[in-house]
């Protein structure tokens, strides 16, 4: 049986105390299973926004996605994972990556590296957490007996890792661009291969990870091509058909993007996906129909 769907938001905007907490009951009462947060400057601070974020909600699990791995020192990383889980009541979920900002590092005094010295620091980071937050001693004290762990990845290294250590492996459906700080949307042959190179990695694992695939664009119209605009102009290779069929863009009827959840689920295996902030109440009636169909 395919593992059944869960849908998450991440959180972008920065809100006063009341903005915050409705956002976050409108994401519960739309039937988010997972309230995330990002880790970049000018956004929220991840881990009192989850906390603010469990105060206002009941259901929703909370987590970070992801972690910008050279923001962090790891036993401070360790203290924060788990007062928030305590103070979440063992809601967190914690998503950790390597971070694609060099500007991001620049503006915060920190060093940027090259992509083998920020997937090293990530391993670190998740030996030590492994380490501090297994031992009974550690205080503060996680709720949960183990946080879950969501990687973001791509490459091979990074892959490896998510297939070694995490509960949950996210794709992020596209590779770092050719201008710093940006990001180029992957084909679906494209993430077919990286997927199946998890796989390939994951072989051993004692239990499957959980896929997860961050959706860039939904478009719940009979009419998807002036959204898919912007889409276009910052990508100009992509013809309007090619756009539509990214992984990453869910565009047109409601019955045809449900079609394609299904679908994705059946040929990648994501059954965890993630919508962004502005796409919240347009991915509602898509999870109310596919809810719907399976109950």
Same mark, same amino acid.
């Given at each position: 049986?395919?593992?059944?769907?869960?849908?998450?938001?991440?959180?972008?905007?920065?809100?006063?105390?009341?903005?915050?907490?409705?956002?976050?009951?409108?994401?519960?009462?739309?039937?988010?299973?997972?309230?995330?947060?990002?880790?970049?400057?000018?956004?929220?601070?991840?881990?009192?926004?989850?906390?603010?974020?469990?105060?206002?909600?009941?259901?929703?699990?909370?987590?970070?996605?992801?972690?910008?791995?050279?923001?962090?020192?790891?036993?401070? &990383?360790?203290? %924060?994972? !788990?007062?928030?889980? @305590?103070? #979440? /009541?063992? +809601?967190?979920?914690?998503?950790? *990556? $390597?971070?694609?900002?060099?500007?991001?590092?620049?503006?915060?005094?920190?060093?940027?590296?090259?992509?083998?010295?920020?997937?090293?620091?990530?391993?670190?980071?998740?030996?030590?957490?492994?380490?501090?937050?297994?031992?009974?001693?550690?205080?503060?004290?996680?709720?949960?007996?183990?946080?879950?762990?969501?990687?973001?990845?791509?490459?091979?290294?990074?892959?490896? &890792?998510?297939? %070694?250590? !995490?509960?949950?492996? @996210?794709? #992020? /459906?596209? +590779?770092?661009?050719?201008?710093? *700080? $940006?990001?180029?949307?992957?084909?679906?042959?494209?993430?077919?291969?990286?997927?199946?190179?998890?796989?390939?990695?994951?072989?051993?694992?004692?239990?499957?990870?959980?896929?997860?695939?961050?959706?860039?664009?939904?478009?719940?119209?009979?009419?998807?091509?002036?959204?898919?605009?912007?889409?276009?102009?910052?990508?100009?290779?992509?013809?309007?058909?090619?756009?539509?069929?990214?992984?990453?863009?869910?565009?047109?009827?409601?019955?045809?993007?449900?079609?394609?959840?299904?679908?994705?689920?059946?040929?990648?295996?994501?059954?965890?996906?993630?919508?962004?902030?502005?796409?919240?109440?347009?991915?509602?009636?898509?999870?109310?129909?596919?809810?719907?169909?399976?109950?």
């Amino acid at each position: 049986m395919p593992r059944p769907f869960r849908f998450g938001v991440n959180l972008l905007t920065p809100a006063p105390t009341d903005e915050w907490r409705a956002k976050c009951r409108r994401a519960e009462e739309l039937g988010y299973d997972v309230i995330l947060v990002p880790d970049h400057l000018g956004m929220v601070a991840p881990f009192p926004a989850l906390v603010a974020a469990a105060g206002a909600t009941e259901r929703p699990r909370l987590g970070t996605f992801v972690l910008n791995a050279g923001f962090w020192n790891p036993a401070l &990383l360790a203290r %924060e994972v !788990a007062t928030t889980d @305590a103070l #979440t /009541g063992g +809601r967190l979920e914690l998503g950790l *990556g $390597t971070g694609y900002v060099q500007a991001e590092h620049e503006t915060a005094g920190l060093p940027y590296g090259s992509p083998r010295e920020r997937v090293d620091h990530l391993r670190h980071t998740v030996a030590e957490l492994d380490r501090l937050l297994g031992r009974g001693e550690h205080q503060p004290r996680t709720a949960q007996s183990r946080v879950p762990l969501l990687i973001g990845a791509n490459g091979d290294r990074m892959l490896r &890792l998510t297939a %070694e250590h !995490a509960d949950i492996a @996210a794709f #992020t /459906g596209a +590779r770092p661009g050719s201008a710093p *700080g $940006t990001l180029e949307p992957l084909t679906a042959e494209e993430l077919d291969e990286r997927v199946t190179r998890y796989r390939d990695l994951a072989g051993g694992r004692p239990a499957p990870a959980e896929l997860n695939l961050l959706i860039q664009l939904v478009a719940v119209t009979d009419d998807p091509e002036p959204m898919l605009k912007p889409l276009m102009e910052r990508q100009p290779q992509l013809t309007l058909d090619e756009a539509l069929a990214l992984p990453i863009v869910l565009a047109g009827p409601l019955e045809d993007v449900v079609a394609r959840v299904r679908g994705q689920r059946e040929r990648f295996g994501f059954s965890y996906l993630t919508v962004l902030e502005p796409y919240m109440e347009d991915f509602a009636p898509v999870m109310e129909r596919l809810r719907a169909e399976s109950a």
